[in-house]
């Protein structure tokens, strides 16, 4: 069976602090890979998403990701965080059979 | 556009009780998802559909879970009996295709055993 992995489970952040969160995946194919957000209270919501082409994707709120098929990764990183990203994230993945794979979350809090 | 809703939101119900959950997905969207989050986890996938039919339903614990969509439409999800283990949000999401169409998520339904 697929697993993915995120192996930072709660982080800690001071504003305008880097962010980097790791997320590796054991499906050996072509495979979709997401990251999704779910702020406090709020309903769980994409971030950005990667399909085919160039690896390095540009999500909402100046998150981005780079795909490394050598590595099979998917890290999520922002240059300078916010109060505003603490927040649950969530890497998945969909292989070509439709079948979708979440990893366990990483809890952000960015501390003001 | 109004977004995926679930009822109810919150349901305690006590172990070998039956239990139902609704969800109607966003206008005009054809893939809807089952999904379990156990506290500390992320989601996991139960049930796929595309319109009426079943794309994916691997994970779902078929001795006591069962889903339908009937018309393609809103969907339900039943427990019985339930487990204390199956205490969890169960979260509904739609997407216009499959294929890794963004999913659109609902405020799920917290669910506990008792």
């Known amino acids: 069976a697929q697993s993915v992995s995120q192996h930072n489970h709660h982080v800690i952040l001071s504003e305008a602090a880097s962010l980097e969160l790791g997320c590796n995946y054991s499906?050996?194919?072509?495979?979709?890979l997401f990251w999704y957000v779910q702020y406090p209270g709020q309903h769980l919501q994409l971030l950005l998403k990667?399909?085919?082409?160039?690896?390095l994707v540009k999500g909402i709120k100046g998150f981005e990701a780079e795909f490394i098929k050598s590595k099979f990764s998917f890290n999520l990183r922002k240059p300078s965080v916010q109060w505003s990203d603490t927040a649950e994230y969530f890497c998945?993945?969909?292989?070509?059979?439709?079948?979708?794979?979440f990893g366990t979350g990483t809890s952000l809090t960015v501390i003001p | 556009e109004a977004g995926v809703a679930q009822s109810p939101r919150y349901k305690i119900i006590e172990k070998r009780q039956s239990v139902a959950f609704w969800c109607n997905p966003i206008?005009?969207?054809?893939?809807l998802y089952w999904y379990q989050q156990i506290l500390g986890q992320g989601p996991k996938l139960l049930i796929q559909?595309?319109?009426?039919?079943?794309?994916?339903d691997s994970q779902l614990p078929k001795d006591r879970f069962s889903a339908e969509r009937l018309k393609g439409v809103d969907s339900t999800l039943k427990i019985q009996p339930a487990k204390l283990e199956d205490s969890a949000v169960y979260l509904c999401?739609?997407?216009?295709?499959?294929?890794?169409?963004?999913?659109?998520f609902g405020p799920g339904t917290r669910l506990t055993v008792t």
């Open positions: 999401a739609s997407s216009a295709t499959t294929g890794g169409d963004e999913q659109y």
């Open positions: 499906y050996g194919g072509t495979v979709n």
């Open positions: 990667y399909f085919s082409g160039d690896p």
């Open positions: 998945a993945v969909n292989n070509p059979g439709n079948q979708f794979y």
């Open positions: 206008s005009g969207h054809a893939t």
């Open positions: 559909f595309q319109n009426n039919g079943v794309v994916d």
